[in-house]
């Protein structure tokens, strides 16, 4: 059976929610024996065509990180550059394709290529974004976007992969039909979360530092986020600051460290290629603080759960309440004494309670929903 995924940044070059996932589940896929071919965008380090833990992998077209976010958001582009791209689809044969929900613009040609090929479709959502939020991210072209991206997606033979309760509701509010939605998200590999807890059972909270992990964009509200600790750090002098990411927003983060006088107390680091050494710098630390306004999941909230590791999570946040309900929850206000009572309290517990985002179960998935046989 041949499977293709169709998304234009790849795990591992690229360390985002969806490209976790998609990592996830080509890999498990490919494990089980299945044909898995991924189409994508030619990154740093890329062939035009290889081979990628039995994932073949079709490198279209050259990208780069400043084409890919301009002005602070998704390039239309990039997406568009992306879109016509994937028309080369339509040399090849598969009985299924599974893409993501963005960035848009490619859904037309890959469900034309469904149709045409009749193979099984299946788009992944995690965000239904309203009128109101294309508005503040594109402007003047607000409306269009949402008229656009709502006539996309709808699709009536199409499955549809949500994160969570939430986006499956919004899904159906948009027409599309409950029989055709499904909810899964393989966000967690178990045994790199067994393999770091056993490896860093000593380090355990053995440093008084707060940490973040993410692409350093506009909407993770990084300004927020150092302004918590900035607030946390004047009533305990010993706390440090560690945040793990790349980004359009990473010389704005560096210029208001200085400001806030955070210079010797905040760490900035690039992303790590290992990441069980992203694993242990989460264990090693008492808490992590997460501040984002646009959010599927939240997978560092999701990891540090899993791994044992304390998260402050802004009331704003998007993020699934079934998750909300394991973090700290506060507003801008009561956030630093939330951190401050993370950071020096003593009870680490691990969360067992979340086989919905295991990667183990991809194969079970996509067999229940027909895909595999």
Same mark, same amino acid.
């Given at each position: 059976m ?5 998304? *234009?940044i ?6 985002g929610?969806i490209?976790?996932i998609?990592?996830? =589940? ?7 024996g ?5 189409f994508?965008l030619?990154?740093r380090?890329?062939?035009h ?5 039995n994932?073949e ?6 990208a780069?990180e400043h084409?890919v976010?301009r002005?602070? #958001? #998704?390039?239309? /582009?990039? &997406?568009l550059? !992306?879109?016509?791209?994937?028309? =080369?689809?339509?040399g090849?044969? !598969?009985?299924a394709? @599974? ?8 859904l037309?040609i890959?469900?034309?290529y ?7 479709l ?6 239904v974004?309203n ?5 503040e991210?594109?402007?003047?072209f607000? !409306?269009?976007?949402?008229?656009y991206?709502?006539?996309?997606? @709808?699709?009536?033979?199409a499955?549809?992969? &949500?994160?969570?309760e939430e986006?499956?509701? #919004?899904? =159906?509010?948009?027409?599309i039909?409950?029989r055709q939605?499904?909810?899964? &998200?393989p ?5 790199e979360?067994?393999?770091?807890i056993?490896a ?5 909270g053995?440093v008084k530092?707060?940490? !973040?992990? $993410? /692409? ?12 918590i ?8 002098n010993?706390i440090k600051?560690?945040?793990i990411?790349?980004?359009?927003e990473?010389?704005?983060a ?6 806030l ?12 290629? *290992?990441k ?6 989460? +264990? /090693? ?6 501040t %984002? ?7 560092i ?6 791994l ?10 998007p993020?699934?309440?079934? @998750?909300?309900r394991?973090?700290? +929850?506060?507003?801008e206000?009561?956030m630093?004494?939330?951190l401050?009572?993370a @950071?020096?309290?003593r009870r680490?517990r691990?969360?067992?309670d979340?086989?919905t985002? %295991?990667?183990? $179960?991809?194969?079970h ?6 895909v595999i046989?």
């Amino acid at each position: 059976m041949r499977i293709a995924f169709v998304y *234009d940044i790849p795990y591992p070059w690229h360390k985002g929610g969806i490209e976790q996932i998609f990592g996830h =589940e080509s890999r498990e896929l490919a494990k089980a024996g299945l044909d898995v071919h991924f189409f994508t965008l030619r990154w740093r380090g890329m062939l035009h065509r290889f081979s990628y833990q039995n994932v073949e992998y079709h490198a279209l077209g050259r990208a780069y990180e400043h084409t890919v976010y301009r002005h602070g #958001r #998704r390039s239309i /582009r990039e &997406a568009l550059f !992306f879109a016509l791209r994937s028309l =080369e689809l339509f040399g090849h044969s !598969f009985n299924a394709v @599974i893409t993501d929900a963005f960035p848009i613009l490619h859904l037309p040609i890959v469900r034309a290529y469904c149709r045409l090929r009749g193979c099984r479709l299946i788009i992944r959502v995690d965000e239904v974004w309203n009128k109101k939020y294309w508005s503040e991210y594109l402007g003047i072209f607000g !409306f269009i976007a949402s008229a656009y991206s709502n006539a996309a997606l @709808i699709c009536k033979n199409a499955t549809y992969v &949500a994160n969570s309760e939430e986006i499956a509701a #919004r899904l =159906e509010a948009l027409g599309i039909q409950k029989r055709q939605i499904r909810i899964f &998200a393989p966000i967690i590999d178990g045994e790199e979360i067994r393999s770091a807890i056993a490896a860093n059972k000593r380090q355990r909270g053995s440093v008084k530092r707060v940490i !973040f992990a $993410g /692409r350093l964009i506009k909407e993770k509200r990084l300004d927020k986020w150092l302004g918590i600790v900035r607030k946390a750090a004047d009533i305990d002098n010993g706390i440090k600051a560690l945040i793990i990411g790349e980004g359009v927003e990473r010389q704005k983060a560096e210029a208001l460290i200085r400001r806030l006088r955070l210079s010797g107390r905040v760490e900035l680091r690039p992303f790590y290629k *290992d990441k069980a050494k992203l694993y242990r710098e989460i +264990i /090693r630390s008492r808490a992590v603080l997460h501040t %984002s306004e646009r959010e599927g999941l939240g997978i560092i909230v999701l990891e540090s759960l899993a791994l044992g590791t304390p998260v402050v999570l802004s009331e704003s946040s998007p993020i699934p309440n079934s @998750i909300k309900r394991m973090c700290s +929850i506060g507003n801008e206000k009561s956030m630093p004494s939330l951190l401050l009572k993370a @950071i020096k309290g003593r009870r680490r517990r691990i969360r067992k309670d979340l086989d919905t985002f %295991s990667s183990s $179960g991809v194969i079970h998935f996509y067999r229940n929903i027909g895909v595999i046989r």
